[in-house]
């Protein structure tokens, strides 16, 4: 079955850009219809999606962190992975990758997740 | 403030029934997209519940249910156990905000 690592750094210094990369295993990442996302939890904004992307490299982001967000994917890894830049105390979170089910914005759900990579933003 | 709002606990004896309310609005739930639903064990990720309203993935036990009705979808749980006690996230898409949202969660606390 499909399963998903999250891995990058715990602690990131406040206006810098945050980078996770998601290893998928049980499937090629190429598996057509398949996107991949990132969700994040933190305890004042709760699960907030992230954004979706797809192996051709198109994206899908929250519109509220979309001038700050990019997603990439390294097809050879069966990897993608998140770039946020100028983070703020407010991008300290959980950070979740997850497969969208049905459609890149969520729709059908998302599963599998995996185990979570908190992120701690140092002044 | 979540866009989906739940109530932030709840609580039952075991054996009993709880349900857990998700109350969304025109640009969500009630715009007619689907509801899912997620338990979060403490200290680990979400698992996936329910789908598409009422729909129960493989290896979901029929003692959890789903529902949903004009800007409102509903989680049940019968015959609580021990093991239920968790947070649990009901999720949807919203076309004003244009991506999914999430409930704010309820804590299920089994008496």
């Known amino acids: 079955q499909v399963q998903l690592q999250e891995s990058g750094p715990g602690l990131v210094k406040s206006s810098e850009t945050l980078s996770l990369t998601c290893t998928v295993s049980?499937?090629?990442?190429?598996?057509?219809?398949?996107?991949w996302g990132w969700v994040r939890q933190s305890p004042e904004k709760g699960l907030e999606w992230i954004g979706t992307i797809y192996y051709s490299g198109t994206t899908y982001y929250n519109p509220s962190l979309k001038s700050r967000l990019s997603m990439s994917v390294d097809t050879s890894k069966n990897q993608f992975s998140l770039k946020l830049t100028s983070v703020t105390a407010a991008d300290a979170a959980v950070y979740y990758c997850v497969r969208p089910r049905i459609s890149a914005y969520g729709g059908g759900g998302f599963d599998p997740w995996g185990q979570g990579n908190l992120v701690t933003v140092s002044s | 403030q979540s866009v989906l709002t739940q109530p932030p606990s709840v609580s039952g004896a075991p054996g009993q029934r709880v349900t857990i309310s998700c109350t969304g609005t025109s640009s969500n739930i009630g715009a007619g997209y689907d509801v899912h639903w997620y338990q979060q064990l403490p200290g680990t990720a979400p698992k996936f519940l329910i789908y598409?309203?009422?729909n129960r993935p493989s290896g979901v036990p029929d003692r959890f249910s789903g529902s949903k009705s004009g800007t409102s979808a509903s989680l049940a749980i019968t015959g609580l156990q021990a093991e239920d006690e968790a947070d649990y996230y009901c999720q949807s898409y919203d076309s004003r905000l244009g991506g999914s949202v999430f409930g704010g969660g309820t804590k299920l606390t089994v008496l």
């Open positions: 598409d309203n009422s």
């Open positions: 049980g499937v090629s990442i190429i598996r057509t219809n398949f996107y």
